[in-house]
């Protein structure tokens, strides 16, 4: 049996500015949780941010450490990872996305599933991760395609400027540089 969900906590449901406030606060992580009271009483005095308790502000303080935690665990993972790959990862990097989506989608998946109260804008929620992690998929398969195809016409520019110069050296006569360029070259 699953623990009942809570509600929005009392920060949670704060006017953006205050909220903002407090985030900025545990961000800088200089004073303690009585000195982040005061100052709240004294910046906003009578709103309900100056009525916010040292233990709801603990709680909040705790998932937001554990957030910027993660996400700087990201961000040290993804430097690493232009520092191994290089910074034109390009191609790599846009796979590494997708699949980074579609592994975050799939968790999220499961762990709605050992809900027991599953709600209908969970479950949209979940439809759009999925959506989001395919059409990411689909993209980097796309952007892979576009570059290989770049690279073709590239290539054959280039040959086709060389086969060009060996028929104006005389090399080559332009009948024999025509038939290399349909048969060879695919093009002419």
Request: net charge positive; no cysteine.
């Amino acid at each position: 049996m699953t623990a009942p969900r809570r509600g929005k906590s009392s920060i949670q449901r704060l006017p953006p500015e205050q909220r903002s406030h407090i985030e900025r606060l545990l961000r800088e992580d200089r004073l303690t949780l009585v000195e982040m009271i005061a100052d709240l009483q004294d910046r906003f005095p009578g709103e309900p941010a100056a009525d916010v308790s040292k233990s709801a502000l603990h709680r909040y303080g705790k998932g937001f450490a554990e957030l910027t935690s993660k996400m700087r665990e990201i961000e040290a993972v993804s430097q690493a990872l232009v520092g191994e790959l290089g910074e034109g990862v390009g191609e790599k990097a846009g796979a590494l996305l997708g699949q980074a989506i579609t592994t975050l989608a799939t968790n999220a998946a499961l762990k709605a599933h050992e809900k027991e109260d599953v709600s209908i804008e969970d479950v949209r929620k979940l439809a759009r991760a999925a959506k989001d992690a395919m059409d990411a998929q689909r993209v980097s398969v796309n952007v892979r395609r576009a570059i290989a195809q770049e690279a073709r016409e590239a290539l054959q520019r280039e040959q086709a400027a060389k086969l060009d110069n060996v028929v104006k050296s005389g090399g080559l006569s332009e009948e024999r540089a025509n038939e290399f360029r349909k048969k060879i070259l695919g093009i002419g």
